[in-house]
């Protein structure tokens, strides 16, 4: 008997049409968990390095996560995995919602696909029927219209549909795939669907997840509710709002967006707009919000309510959270009112709401430079929102100009040349990031930037403030509650951290302590990735219902095997070192790992380097950032370092020369 | 016995479908309570309340599990309120032949709420902390309760097992249990 997971997995060959039912090896579950670490396992067993993106070999991986489907409130998480199109490395972006626990119910833990369909399919699955079916009819239709009109063929209201839209089916870099009021939008991964001729995977299921030990499951999980009831009532004073509470940021409940407005860049990451935030603007926008906004919405088992219902006047209702809600307007210059409507046609094509506004500013910034022309943009509008739908129409349809933004900013100044390049300044690993440009470095989120291979900052950061409180008695009320640090030092840190002086940014936290933090951030994300969390209730905000301490207990008493903190630490990195190998084996090294040149206006080359040396090391990586033989063999990745050696990207015996080498820079 | 009169607790759930975002933890809990051990699985599709649930019409309505229907209704009258149309099926406790709601996925036996019995409160009400459920308790004078009543149930049961299977083939499993013990 399996707890907490099904134990089958769907493998789906595409160009054969044909299915099966595989049972997986529990053995695999304790040393991976599940969800993002399984799927590293299988993409690096079964993905090599020269399989493109768009190649049939390349594989899209839909996991729950270990704990989905279970009582863990906030558990719904899908980890959709596959080598990037953009990127070129692994993508492994997530969508709440509710697909992830029905696909437990349904009987299986993750749906595997590889090959192409000759023709548009989507693919049924009613527990233990699945069958590949014709999707001719839905080519071009949007991703939510196609899920209603599926359920509808279907005559099963309660079947949860993930599908892509005009973009994927057109193999667009930043096409997303859409689930109700979930996405998973980053890294292209709707791309590599509609290159594989999936239009729909739909899912329904009525059977049983099982836990091991369900008193103390249960305990566990009203414990986690009582806490977010709490935390509920006791917002973090001290910190903006939206970093104050649960869930993911709150932008479909909050009016004011000063905050993000004035500090946030406008246009294609350029233009800072201090004092935009009028009263009158306020006043409009919250009509708006408040006119369009028909309920909060939740995902599966979770009492936040970080999405909502929107219908724009004349336009589909559709399903919208977090901070797409600001990216079109402020892409595009304009107003609540244009974004709210444009992200309702974006929504159906299922595109990034984070790459696309920048792409297109970005498109019209090469014309308003004379790097483009105007004879590239026929009949296009004058105004500015028009030019916005006009390019957001053409790149869907890779049609003129909008074929070559369909690859990303990257992708897209390279093709175009004379100078494109320059414009394309807001990307990290090829990928755009969101609109921010700060003055000071600082030197954690220096880190984060560099090596977070989910290559998104809200993908990495969370557990530790965002920036230091300027009293010290703040602090300490700050910290008296804090039991979720991995180890009382962080306490000290977040104590001894000044605004300004010599304990101050950018030299304190000091490298040592910036190492300690980012890897206790990221590691809260990998675990939630692997177990189906939800980082709003965990790794994202600060003081979280789950935490290093009481994960342990729920893979215990959840799954059925035994957990601590240090075997739970330990998996989390063996999955996350797998990640990266699978990312050096394609060809990632330390030259990839850097935020955007003018990220920060004041940078400190020496820190810098010592911060992304110090942290390799730490991570039991060498000079240029590849996992070194010892530390792959520690956590029992032997396998990789053979494949190392074998590809000379680690040669035999490296590990002591480098050893030798930094005793050597000790002795100096 | 009938006919005889005493003080008992009647228990309500207020339902707000102004306040319900969908999450469906009703179901999820509810499923969990019932499963056998306790907590030992859970499955919203055995679920005893189900979310009537279309987002995109903005449709929300928590129903629960009331009478075994062995027909099909007569009438299915659509409601529009607030300007919201609903089918009568939305509001509708009957697990019936009609729908696939209140009825044991493998078994197809029907189910029914109670209450969570033995709990402080249902754990639907206790798992939804935006109050789009909540449990309201009154004395109330009425009939004691009957031991018929649990006659009843099994009744209930079984002619809902006869419907699905035939009559033979109930008292052929009766008959095999029996021996059995």
């Not at chain 1, 053995?27 to 079964?46: M, S, V």
């Not at chain 1, 399989?51 to 980890?79: H, K, M, Q, W, Y």
């Not at chain 1, 500015?384 to 390019?391: S, T």
Request: proline residues 6%; negative net charge.
């Amino acid at each position: 008997m399996r707890y907490a997971e099904t134990g089958f997995n769907l493998e789906v060959d595409l160009t054969r049409g044909s299915i099966e039912k595989v049972a997986t090896n529990p053995k695999d579950t304790e040393l991976y968990l599940g969800g993002l670490g399984t799927n590293a396992k299988i993409l690096w067993d079964r993905v090599p390095p020269e399989v493109e993106p768009f190649s049939p070999e390349n594989l899209l991986i839909f996991s729950a996560g270990l704990l989905c489907g279970t009582p863990a409130t906030g558990c719904n998480r899908t980890i959709v995995t596959t080598i990037s199109p953009q990127t070129k490395l692994m993508a492994f972006s997530m969508m709440g919602g509710f697909f992830a626990p029905e696909l437990k119910y349904a009987g299986y833990d993750k749906v595997i696909l590889r090959g192409k369909s000759p023709d548009l399919v989507y693919l049924w699955i009613n527990n233990g029927t699945v069958e590949l079916r014709d999707a001719s009819h839905l080519k071009g239709r949007g991703a939510i219209e196609t899920a209603e009109i599926i359920r509808k063929e279907l005559k099963e209201p309660k079947a949860q549909v993930a599908a892509i839209g005009m973009a994927g089916e057109n193999r667009v870099f930043f096409a997303s795939i859409e689930q109700g009021r979930s996405s998973a939008s980053r890294g292209g991964i709707g791309a590599v669907m509609g290159d594989k001729g999936v239009k729909a995977i739909v899912v329904r299921g009525t059977q049983d997840i099982h836990v091991a030990k369900p008193a103390e499951y249960m305990d566990l999980c009203n414990e986690v509710m009582e806490y977010i009831q709490f935390r509920n009532d006791n917002p973090i004073p001290g910190v903006m709002p939206i970093l104050a509470g649960l869930g993911s940021p709150q932008e479909m409940k909050v009016h004011d967006e000063k905050w993000h407005t004035e500090n946030f860049m406008w246009g294609n990451s350029r233009t800072r707009r201090k004092g935009f935030w009028t009263d009158e603007i306020a006043r409009e926008w919250m009509e708006t919000l408040d006119k369009s906004r028909t309920r909060l919405i939740s995902c599966y088992n979770c009492p936040m309510t970080c999405g909502a219902t929107i219908s724009m006047p004349g336009l589909p209702t559709y399903m919208m959270k977090c901070f797409t809600k600001l990216t079109y307007t402020m892409g595009a210059f304009s107003d609540l009112d244009f974004g709210l409507k444009i992200a309702q046609r974006a929504t159906e094509y299922g595109v990034d709401g984070f790459s696309a506004p920048q792409v297109m500013a970005f498109g019209l910034e090469l014309l308003e430079n004379g790097i483009l022309a105007k004879a590239d943009f026929p009949d296009m509008p004058e105004d500015n929102e028009g030019r916005f739908y006009y390019l957001l129409d053409k790149i869907v349809r890779r049609e003129g100009v909008g074929d070559v933004l369909a690859d990303g900013t990257y992708w897209a100044a390279k093709a175009i040349g004379n100078g494109a390049e320059e414009y394309a300044h807001n990307n990290i690993k090829k990928h755009e990031q969101l609109p921010l440009k700060l003055s000071m470095l600082n030197p954690i989120y220096f880190l984060m930037y560099s090596t977070g291979e989910k290559m998104n900052i809200t993908q990495i950061e969370g557990q530790f403030p965002q920036a230091p409180y300027p009293k010290r008695e703040h602090r300490e009320a700050f910290v008296k509650d804090w039991h979720h640090v991995p180890d009382e030092k962080f306490k000290q840190y977040f104590l001894d951290w000044e605004p300004r002086g010599e304990k101050s940014m950018p030299f304190y936290p000091t490298v040592d302590m910036c190492c300690d933090i980012v890897d206790w951030q990221e590691k809260m994300h990998y675990i939630d990735d692997a177990l189906g969390m939800c980082a709003g209730l965990s790794s994202f905000p600060l003081k979280p219902p789950y935490h290093i301490h009481n994960y342990p207990k729920f893979i215990s008493a959840g799954a059925g095997f035994d957990m601590d903190e240090a075997s739970l630490s330990q998996a989390a990195k063996r999955y996350r070192t797998l990640v990266r190998a699978i990312n050096i084996r394609r060809g990632m090294r330390r030259k990839d790992d850097r935020p955007p040149k003018n990220h920060w206006k004041k940078r400190f080359p020496e820190l810098e380097k010592e911060l992304l040396d110090t942290y390799y090391r730490f991570k039991g990586w060498n000079n240029d950032g590849i996992p070194t033989k010892e530390s792959l063999d520690e956590l029992g990745l032997g396998y990789v370092s053979e494949d190392f050696v074998k590809r000379g990207i680690l040669t035999e015996g490296e590990d002591a020369l480098a050893e030798a080498a930094a005793a050597q820079q000790e002795t100096k | 016995m009938k006919g005889k009169k005493e003080k008992k607790t009647v228990k309500t759930i207020k339902i707000n479908v102004d306040k319900c975002n969908g999450c469906r933890a009703c179901e999820m809990i509810c499923s969990a309570f019932h499963a056998e051990p306790k907590y030992s699985s859970n499955n919203p599709a055995r679920s005893r309340i189900r979310i009537i649930r279309e987002p995109l019409r903005d449709l929300y309505v928590p129903v629960y599990a009331g009478e075994y229907a062995v027909a099909e209704c007569a009438g299915r009258d659509k409601y529009t309120i607030d300007g919201k149309e609903y089918d009568e099926c939305s509001f509708c406790r009957a697990s019936c032949p009609s729908r696939d709601e209140f009825k044991e996925p493998d078994s197809g036996l029907p189910l029914k709420c109670d209450m969570c019995e033995g709990e402080e409160e249902p754990l639907c009400v206790k798992w939804c902390p935006h109050d789009a459920l909540i449990l309201e308790q009154r004395e109330e004078e009425g009939e004691a309760l009957d031991p018929q009543d649990e006659q009843e149930d099994i009744e209930i049961g079984l002619e809902a097992l006869a419907d699905k299977y035939g009559l033979e083939k109930i008292k052929d499993a009766v008959a095999r249990i029996s021996k059995k013990d």
